[in-house]
T-cell receptor, first 112, second 112 residues
């Protein structure tokens, strides 16, 4: 079972570059979300989606963009990378917002 | 604002000893609480989910209790093994919430 798959696992960007973090799930889950994990800050919600075509902002959405064209995929776009976006990014999915959440293996991003 | 606290931040026990991990939350109006395990450099693995109407949930050597009125959950791991060494995170979601609110985690080391 693939579960939640994130690519890439590691990425180094220069300030100002853009990139897309990929997230795919094969469990037919409606709810998907992106978190970032930083030392001392814990996990914080960036954006989430309750189904294809529906997205909304979380706690720390600035500098990030999302779209949800299919149930399976929920990519996260960094529009113009900044050093403050250096973090580990996790994608999660669940059947609904209140059911068991499953996480991907994470993408470790460094912005120099 | 919901706050989730896990104390202690780190714990070291000899192999075979039972582990007791604590999670407290400030707003008792939660829908459910989920315990996760995170190995270094890896994603979060779901261990147990407790609905707000439940008092406890068990899976193998793991048992999680929930006292919603006092804002506390405890994860018990029986007969700890070195393979249980990891960071354990708890997270809650409110009935009208759109995200999991995470605690800072407890880093566990089980010594052989």
């Amino acid at each position: 079972n693939a579960g939640v798959t994130q690519t890439p696992k590691f990425q180094v960007l220069k300030t100002g570059q853009s990139m897309t973090l990929q997230c795919a799930q094969d469990m037919n889950h409606e709810y998907m979300s992106w978190y970032r994990q930083d030392p001392g800050m814990g996990l914080r919600l960036i954006h989430y989606s309750v189904g294809a075509g529906i997205t909304d902002q979380g706690e720390v959405p600035n500098g990030y963009n999302v779209s949800r064209s299919t149930t399976e995929d929920f990519p996260l776009r960094l529009l113009s990378a900044a050093p403050s976006q250096t973090s580990v990014y996790f994608c999660a999915s669940s059947y609904s917002i209140h059911t068991e959440a499953f996480f991907g293996q994470g993408t470790r991003l460094t912005v120099v | 604002k919901q706050e989730v606290t896990q104390i202690p931040a780190a714990l070291s026990v000899p192999e075979g000893e039972n582990l007791v991990l604590n999670c407290s939350f400030t707003d008792s109006a939660i829908y459910n609480l989920q315990w996760f395990r995170q190995d270094p450099g890896k994603g979060l693995t779901s261990l147990l989910l407790i609905q707000s109407s439940q008092r406890e949930q068990t899976s193998g050597r793991l048992n999680a209790s929930l006292d919603k009125s006092s804002g506390r959950s405890t994860l018990y791991i029986a007969a700890s093994q070195p393979g249980d060494s990891a960071t354990y995170l708890c997270a809650v979601i409110k009935a009208a919430g759109n995200k999991l609110t995470f605690g800072g985690g407890t880093r566990v080391l089980v010594k052989p």
